[in-house]
């Protein structure tokens, strides 16, 4: 959450929560058999370091090549998308809790489904989907970039992963007419290939 030396603290620590969470295994090769408990973890090592305030969201996933089967777990995270091979799009929003870091009174669920060949996978951040930019009305409030644009972005591209990066950036400076972003934007696009 935020910007500066907090959320970069936060975002050390949960990274090195990460990296310590396959150590309380029993059996190291099963660090992906659960993915919410692996959220479940990260959670309660934020909430035990008493972070004043500040949390983390997180989308916790697991893709096998080989099955295609993508399991997840969403702790506050705006939900990912999944742009099918025939160009529908599905929204991942099931299987959410709090943000991490803010109370140990969770409970971390799980859900899966399958990408097939040719399917993508879709992560961003707010600083996509409240990217904003002036509605020219007499208020002149801001207007947001949000879902329907993003989705719209994803409509006009193949679903490779370089043209949905190319789509989403160029739908951005469309519709905010700047380069310079407001907040951060990052985007994660993972298309699964043929299963061969």
Not at 9 to 37: E, F, K, N, P
Not at 99 to 108: N, R, V
Not at 121 to 133: K, M, N, Q, R, S
Request: glycine share 6%; net charge negative.
């Amino acid at each position: 959450s935020g910007h500066g030396p907090g959320a970069a603290t936060v975002m050390a620590m949960l990274r090195a929560i990460l990296h310590c969470y396959r150590d309380t295994l029993a059996d190291q090769r099963s660090v992906v058999d659960d993915i919410a408990d692996v959220a479940r973890y990260c959670n309660r090592k934020l909430v035990q370091a008493n972070l004043n305030g500040e949390f983390a969201t997180a989308f916790f996933c697991v893709l096998d090549p080989k099955s295609g089967r993508l399991q997840w777990t969403r702790c506050g995270h705006n939900p990912p998308m999944i742009r099918r091979a025939d160009g529908t799009i599905t929204t991942l929003e099931s299987a959410g809790t709090l943000p991490l870091g803010i109370t140990d009174d969770i409970e971390f669920e799980s859900d899966s489904c399958v990408m097939d060949p040719g399917d993508t996978l879709i992560l961003y951040t707010d600083g996509i989907t409240e990217a904003a930019a002036p509605r020219h009305l007499p208020t002149d409030e801001l207007d947001m970039f949000g879902v329907d644009r993003l989705m719209d972005s994803l409509n006009r591209c193949t679903g490779m992963p370089q043209c949905v990066i190319d789509s989403i950036h160029k739908a951005l400076y469309q519709f905010t007419h700047k380069l310079e972003r407001d907040d951060d934007q990052t985007l994660v696009v993972i298309q699964r290939t043929d299963d061969r």
